[in-house]
Every structure is written in C-alpha cells, then in structure tokens.
C-alpha cells in the first residue's frame, strides 16, 4: 500500500521487515526481495535495483515465474536507463533478457511488447512486428501494443494499416492520447485536417472517458480547454482551428481522401471486431467476478 501511494522510505521500510520476519508470510522471501528491488526501481535508484535483480536471478531457488519477472524487468530498464550504458550495449542486452523472460514465460504478452519496442529502436522492423503480433496473440486487449503496431506501419508508409492499427488502440482505450497523437499525425500527413483535429481534441482528454460523439470533429474547443492541454497539441489544434474555418468550401472535383474518416474508420470490419471482442472480454471478467463474490458470500 505504501508503495502505491509513493511513499517509498515508508514502504522499503516495511518490505525489509517482512524479509527479516522469521515468521510464516504469504510472500517468499525471493518474492519480497523483488518487490524491494522493483522499489528501487520506480525511485530511480536504477542501477541499486540492476544490482538487486541480477542477485536474485542468481540465486538456485528462484521460480520460473519470478525469473521471467526479473528479466522483463532488466530488460526494460537496459533499454529505457541511459545510466547502465551507451545505448547499443544497453539495446543488445536489453533484447537477451526479455528474450529470456519469453523463455521463462512464452506467455506474457507485456515482454513481447517490451521486446518489440526495443526492436523497433534497433530498426529491426520485421523482428519488432513480429514481436508485437505474438504479443497481440497473448494479449489481444493492449492497446499501447496497437498504438505500437501502428507506429511502425506509420513508418513504412502504410497508412492504410497504421489507421486500423491505431482505431484498434483507441477502441480498446478511449483515453489513449498516444494512439489518438499519432492517429492525428497521420491524418495530417494524408490532408484530413478535420479527422485530425478531431484526433487532437480526443488526445487532451487523457485517461477520461471519450464519448463517442466526440469521435465526430467539432471546430468549438473552449479558448480555457486549449490553455490546459500539451503545449504542442495546444498549437496543432489552434492551428487546424484557424485553417479550417478559412478554409474553401469542397467541391464535387476535390481530391479523393486517402483514407477514410473517423467517423468511417471506428466502423471498419476489424476494428468492429475489436470492439466485439473487447465487449465479450468484458462480460465474462464481469461474470468471473460475480462468481468469485458468489463463492465468497457461500464461504
């Protein structure tokens, strides 16, 4: 509890008493030797936390699912901490211990990701696409691996399957201003100022909820609402503003759009799919639940 409320000293505290209790614990003490390790990591205390997991990984007793933890972990810190190294070690190693993490645990979805992005920093685009489709596999239900996916479509030039890449990120997230960026860039790029201001505006939300109708493009952004946004989407927006509204009406000769609108795009075959599945994965957490409670108030 400590630890998610941030109070680390508290916390690490505790977590060091627990591993010198000597009595029964539902945690193993590698397990809560992680959880000290993980502490210092998301203090920033980067290479402390290096120096923990890779003793723990050490150690004979480890279990498989604590040894997949750690190297993801590793991992990701290899590729994200310009402090454990120069940036081509630091990617090299990163690549061999969420491959082991993989290895340890051929399941998880989240160290397939992890490893498609240190692929894609690389420019290993078939590896990382790769990497992301496996990960899709196991976890159909991310929507930072689709942001991702789209990202890299985006990339080599294929707009087509960026759009569909990322309406599946923002169907399964409505509040992922990543997804909903990249989205606008996109149409930016194809010359939909409309769908892209509409992007934008649903990129400011953040982790709120997006209504639907806001998938539709509005020109009225309150002058206060575009004050507290990111300065740059801040700009976009004023900027799309402007043009739009001094824009020429279209004309029957217009040129065709290049891909379809926001409007069109949510409604595509694959992102109702998406959206189909996403829905059933919900109904039966929900169930799940409702049955856990049910055992529960029976015991």
């Known amino acids: 509890m400590y630890k998610v409320f941030n109070e ?14 000597v009595s029964l614990s539902t945690f193993s003490k590698l397990e809560i030797s992680f959880h000290i390790a ?71 979805g989240q160290s397939l990701y992890l490893l498609g992005r240190c692929y894609a920093s690389v420019g290993k685009v078939h590896d990382a696409f790769i990497a992301y489709r496996n990960s899709v596999e196991k ?28 309406i599946c990120a923002v169907q399964l997230d409505k509040g992922h201003s990543a997804a909903w960026t990249n989205l606008g860039i996109l149409y930016e790029s194809c010359n939909q100022p409309k769908d892209a201001l509409a992007c934008y505006v649903n990129a400011t939300k953040g982790n709120a909820v997006v209504s639907e109708t806001l998938i539709k493009t509005t020109l009225n952004v309150p002058a206060s609402a575009i004050s507290n946004m990111n300065p740059n989407l801040g700009q976009r927006i004023k900027f799309l503003q402007t043009h739009l509204c001094n824009a020429p009406m279209p004309s ?34 929900q169930q799940q639940q409702q049955q856990q409670q049910q055992q529960q108030q029976q015991q």
């Open 139 to 166: 976890s159909e239900g991310n929507a930072d691996t689709w942001c991702s996916i789209g990202v890299l479509y985006q990339q080599q030039n294929q707009p087509m399957d960026a759009l569909q890449a990322y």
């Open 38 to 108: 993980h502490l210092y990591e998301v203090q920033g205390k980067y290479k402390l936390a290096k120096d923990h997991y890779e003793q723990l990984l050490n150690d004979s007793k480890i279990t498989v699912h604590l040894r997949a933890d750690i190297c993801r972990q590793l991992g990701w810190m290899y590729h994200s901490c310009e402090c454990l190294g120069d940036k081509n070690h630091r990617e090299t190693v990163a690549i061999q211990y969420l491959q082991k993490s993989i290895e340890a645990d051929n399941k998880s």
């Open 252 to 285: 029957i000769t217009s040129k065709r759009r290049q891909l379809p609108s926001i409007e069109e795009a949510w409604n595509l075959p694959i992102s109702a799919e998406m959206s189909s599945r996403q829905q059933q994965q919900q109904q039966q957490q």
């Open 8 to 21: 680390w000293e508290t916390a690490l505290k505790h977590l060091k008493h627990a591993y010198s209790d």
